[in-house]
């Protein structure tokens, strides 16, 4: 098995300038979101790159590529009808392969020398199956992302056997399906906003929309059908994402990317003259 | 070789594991029994099962409770050590039981100790279990998080989308409406829907729940859901909750305001918020801000309104109201927040279980508890609801046998045919009898007994268990008038064997007189809940029931007139009509104009939105009234409300005016002494009396009795008693019942006349105190061939009732009874903060358990307020006349025989009367005793008291030396609480009177007595000599549909044990047994008595 092509979502239309934010990585470049996303795929090994997008906003995404760019396909989602339906607008780009997807506003940083995506492609390649990046989320939080619910496969990796997927589920609700044997008390497995899938989830969302054409279509309902027919894992990474759409998110992923980089003792001491010298 | 207990607690073997304590302590020696508590301990302390620990628990609690007592050989006297005490009443249970008995080491074993022992192991038993029911409510999974959350930021839940209204159009929010059905259960299975028995003996957790919808017949045109809940944002960072039954609305501003649940009466309403997760239980003082709170679940500057109704369906119908409203309040706090899918349409069966779960945490919240299967109407239809065997991945594996959450099974058409459905509807009449009722200690009692595997209680309960098959299949097939006769032969037969209290004198007669005036279409009896009384139902031929529905309001309605005095009705009774709900729960978003809350909501609260000028109203509050107004113009409901509204703009005076009158001519009527209440006034303003002033000094010695100081009846002596038996031959001596109280205790302030209480069944049917005691005087009068003249004193509230009553029985039967009505009266106070305070900080008090604890903490706050604001001291006046006067005490109960001349006309009618017997109604075992006489007579003492080696539950003072000079001395004015403790033996209130002597005392003669100034004189001569108490007593204050409120009152009184301080009063004491000396003053002591022999004792003193 062999993962070759990464396929970014980044068509959400409240969301549409996130990708193009400017960021500066651990080295010190300057980089839009999208390129930090490329980036890390390209640095899994990936040689092609598919970007869903809103119709008309290819030029201006091209333009934050960076040096990709002439590697990256963009593909228009024509109508806003949900995160699972953005995926299927890849399927043509995708073809008959398993493949890695992104969401354009995730942003990863590992804690280790392997980057987040390269982490999941090893162990995809290694058990030749799905796989979903998974990172432990406090109940709180829980809200604003798919979440998981299985148990620990066992051996070295914290990998966990898939058995149900929610979109953002409430505790109450994540108490009854998704507890997963093990995790800390209030925590959950939530998405990274990465995975590695298999072709098949297209023909699952394709069924997923005839069966409700006029709801919008979600991922994890695909992937909770996915892991009840073939063997879903999930992978907790040695990382942290950051999601740039929530309140501050594209600021804690700047210090999130600064503190792991080149700049650290800059913005630390940054950061404590700004503690330090606070108004009333 | 018999097992031993630890044997059977641990058996795996049922037939082992189910034999009953009593057979096993039958023959045994008192060494054996306490041997047996001990090894019971040490079983208790090293087991891990709970439920074989509470097991252990309740076998010692009945073995020191019932088994030790009777044998002979125990000490009878001993003393409860004060800080075991203590310790008992601060919930420390184990401290308590250490120290019990290290003094039953010390002093060895006695009566006294053993009733501590048992009341420590008792309630430790029941801590145990709801300790282990709320471990399992808080960890059942989709409850835990709420218990972790404890800030704002924290919060995950969001108000859907839907709920939100466009950002330009704010008062338009649209309306989320839930409707509920309410509860029917065909049979509980002996009320196995309690938690403890559903996780202890989950295949014995049976019961037939039925959803239905309800009107009230004559008033509702048709069934429908009886509960509604409706949730809408607001504009405004707060919480709006309204109650249109209770006609109570809040605005919560802080999260202290959510938790605080006695302030008002919306404390249902908070616990659904709370349990909901809306406001999570984990978020209780953490200083966090509730509109920060708000803001992230509704939005910033936003919050939510939350309205109940249940369509004025009485309190107590026994059909689970407040239960299904919980449910449906938290159904739509959890529909609208996404943690149940579906927002609009009925549950599915998931969302309907973490629902019920929620349920129950709201129902621990709120410091109540219902049975398992109360939320039943979140449920559609006919379900079978059976306890689970608890199985590896439940929360209560390892720890009990069953589940929290029992299974529902829906019975469709393929189980209950349409057709039986139809003809179930066609012949039941669903009535609320009217009666108000406590079920709490029927459901400890029959815990208790289950856990004991009492022998005739475990066959009534294995029989109810096979009776529900034999229902259900009766169901099935349609045939309603087997169903009838099955439900009847339960109510006969099992419940009433588990329980003989769930039945009273008003369900008797109403099955009676259902009989004669329906005969053979009359099919059967159908008890609801927990108990007879309240929500009922009766089954007829079909062809009947239209009539019988107006028949049944009659016969209720007459039977009722005729028991009120005597049984506590909260409301008169009613009729419902009824249909089988074959929805559950539903709910539907509704916008714009169909955004209605229901009528009686804006009759509440248009009248002060239309006092204010139309430009000083919110958004929300403009759009509510135009939303009203045009539906007043089209919807008949709405239109309805216009006159109701008007008048709440310009209330009435009338029915206050008439109130006033009627209290008033009756302070008129029964002597109220204008001058002296002024005085009691002032002086309890002043400080100069009050609850701390009625101590005596702090200096006063206090000593215990010694053995030689009183008589010990118990010992026989043949002499005494041929005197005793002669003095009633020669018709020496008169009984007088003390009958003017109304039972503060006995009915929670109900204000019925004890007297008439029909508690319990002597000679096969329920008869009143009143009816006992003269089956005893009517025994004595056959035995001596002497009729004992018996004489109840009476007061205000219970003179006409008992006259009337007595006229029917007594006459009958040649008994010479008079009646001694009471001419002194007082008017109840407000009392002063000072003194609330003084009763709830410096008197000892039942701790509660945490969450009851705050529940009360919260309502003393709201009373403390209330005495401030109705004005310290100021006259009681706000509640029915009967209510507000207080009989004056019982001191006053024999200088009335001699101020109202019935003591005179006794002498006239008998003058070789020379003894009366005084005792309190309750002192059931009071009888003109010949030794006890013997003993009096040859005492020359004026008079002769009647004492009991104390139990822990005796509380009121006793027996002692006060600065050298033995008397009775009250509790409430020893210097120190624990003084009480050092005091061995207990007062009955059983006085034995010289009337010679006493009236010499009183400065008068036999001849006298006629003279009424010189009578009325000696009296106030002797009564400002003895003191006066002023003491808290608690009042109900009846309201709305079926709904009481419980105020605390001052008032003042003379106590009749004061006379024994008087120097130049002889005065000789006997100590009695229990069974002579007890009194019942809580009904939750019946079953005790019942089963320690008192009952039976009682019995045979009666003649019939």
Known sequence: MKIRKVLVTAANPRQRTLPLQTLIDPRGEPKSALQVVLEEAAGAGIEEFGVVVCPGDESAYAEACGALRDRVRFIPQPAARGYGHAVLCGRSFIGDEPFLHLVGDHLPVSHTATSCARQLIEVAVAEDATVSAVQPTRESQLTAFGAVGGRLVGGERPL???????????????????????????????????????????????????????????????????AARRRHLALSVAGRRF?????????????????????????????????????? | MRPGLVEIIGSEVPAVRDTALELWCEGRSLDELLAACRELDAYRRRETNLYRRVRALFFIAAIQRYHLPAQPGLTRAGRVPHDGFRHLLERRFEEAISVFLRAQDETGPSETLASALAAAHHALAFQTLADQVRRTVRSTRGNAWMFRLGHPEDQPLRVRRELLAPAEEPAEFPLLRELTAVRMDLTHCGWSDIFFLGMDFPEGARVLNVSIDLGVHGRDAAPRPPVEAYFRVIPEPVIRLASVDLGAQAVLATIDDVFDFGRDHLGLLKAAIIAAGIVPPGIERSGAGLAELLAGVCGHGRGFELVSNVNRIPKGSRLAVSTNLLGALIGVCMRATAQIGSLTGPMTEPERRIVAARAILGEWLGGSGGGWQDSGGLWPGIKLIEGTPASPGDPEHGVSRGCLLPRHTLLGPDRIPVEARRRLQESLVLVHGGMAQNVGPILEMATEKYLLRCGPEWAARRQAVATLDEILALLAAGDIKALGRALTDNFRGPLQSIIPWVSNRYTELLIERARAAFGEDFWGFWMLGGMSGGGMGFIFAPHRRTEAQQRMLEIMLATKRELESSLPFAMDPVVYDFAINEQGSVAALLRGDEALLPAAYYEQAAPAWLRREARDLSSRERGDLQRFTRAARNRPEFTRALPALLDRMLPSADGAGSAADQLERMLAENGFDRAQ?????????????????????????????????????????????????????????AVVTYAAGVGSRWTQGAGVAKALHPFAKFDGRHRSFAEVHLAKSRRSGREFGQPVPHVFTTSHLTHAAIERRLAETAAADGLEVRLSAGKSIGLRLVPTVRDLHFAWEETAQQR?????????????????????????????????????????????????????????????????????????????????DPGLLGWFLSSGATLGWEVIPRRIEDHGGGLARVDGRLRLVEGLALPREEDEFALTYYSTNTCWIDIDRLLALFGLKRDELADAGRTAAAVRAMAARVPTYVTLKDVKKRWGHGQEDVFPVAQFEKLWGDMTAVPECANVFATVPRQRGQQLKDQAQLDGWARDGSAAHVESLCGW
């Not at chain 2, 002033?693 to 006063?700: D, E, I, Y």
């Open chain 1, 160 to 226: 966990y056997q898939v058995e149900s997927v929610l979109e953002k589920p409430t505790p109450t609700v994540a108490e009854q399906q998704l507890i997963v044997p093990g995790l800390r008390a209030g925590f959950y497995l939530c998405f990274f906003g990465m995975h590695v899938l298999g072709p098949e989830v297209f023909g699952l969302l394709e069924e997923l929309g005839r069966a409700e054409p006029d709801r919008p279509l979600g991922l994890s309902p695909a992937l909770h059908l996915l």
């Open chain 2, 677 to 733: 209440h002024e005085q009691i006034r002032t002086d309890l303003r002043a400080g100069r009396i009050g609850l701390a002033m009625n101590r005596l000094p702090a200096s006063t010695r206090i000593e215990d009795a010694a053995p030689g100081d009183l008589f010990d009846s118990t010992s026989t002596n043949a002499t005494l008693r041929l005197a005793g038996e002669a003095a009633l031959r020669r018709g020496e001596v």
């Open chain 2, 848 to 928: 509660l358990d945490e969450q009851k604890e705050k529940m009360r903490g919260s309502v003393r706050a709201a009373l403390a307020n209330w005495a401030r604001s109705a004005g310290e001291g100021a006259d009681y006046t706000e509640n029915t006349p009967a209510q507000c006067l207080h009989p004056v005490g019982h001191w006053f109960e024999i200088p009335n025989l001699i101020k109202n001349g019935t003591l005179a006309a006794l002498l006239a009618a008998r003058p070789q009367l020379k003894v009366l017997l005084a005792h309190n109604v309750d002192t059931l075992g009071a009888t003109a």
């Open chain 1, 243 to 280: 999601d740039i759409g929530a309140p501050y998110g594209l600021l804690f992923a700047q210090l999130a990317l600064s503190l792991s980089g080149r700049d650290r003792d800059r913005v630390l001491t940054q950061l404590v003259e700004l503690l330090a010298t606070r108004a009333d």
